[in-house]
């Protein structure tokens, strides 16, 4: 498995319940262009449409060596169709009507066999309370490693 980029802040703004790995339908050249690392996930966001997965607004843009004669029109923040069977996608939809849970991508990689695939994952956004417990403990942690070391 080789990682093509991941959406650290993702970690830091969420807490994630269940991650899911899902294939992506793409073209020719947005598959040279992924690996070539180029392509972004920051400000990208999972919806459910029509029973269908759909991942928006992830930025892939267009490889350096083809000709924009060859694709007219092409949009590099557009609508890609994620393939996850029917099963999981049920399981997601009941985690994601619960209130203040969301669809979020995590990172890209490519499988051994070649395939490009997207973990995302299931979670609820934290509060900046909660954020700031959570840097407290590591902070404590932290001291209490540092002292045992110190024994």
């Known amino acids: 498995m080789k990682l093509i980029t991941k959406n650290r802040h993702v970690y830091h703004d969420y807490a994630i319940d269940k991650e899911y790995e899902v294939g992506i339908v793409l073209r020719w050249h947005e598959v040279k262009s992924i690996k070539g690392s180029h392509v972004n996930i920051k400000d990208a966001f999972i919806r459910i449409e029509d029973k269908e997965l759909y991942i928006l607004n992830m930025d892939i843009p267009l490889y350096e060596k083809t000709s924009h004669v060859l694709v007219p029109g092409y949009l590099p923040k557009g609508k890609r169709k994620l393939l996850i069977t029917k099963k999981e996608l049920a399981k997601m939809s009941a985690l994601t009507d619960k209130p ?18 997207i973990k995302i994952g299931v979670g609820k956004l934290m509060r900046k309370v909660e954020k700031k417990q959570i840097l407290k403990e590591k902070d404590t942690k932290r001291q209490m490693d540092r002292e045992m070391k110190h024994l």
């Open 100 to 117: 203040g849970y969301t669809i979020i991508p995590l990172e890209i990689f490519i499988t051994k066999t070649g395939f490009i695939k």
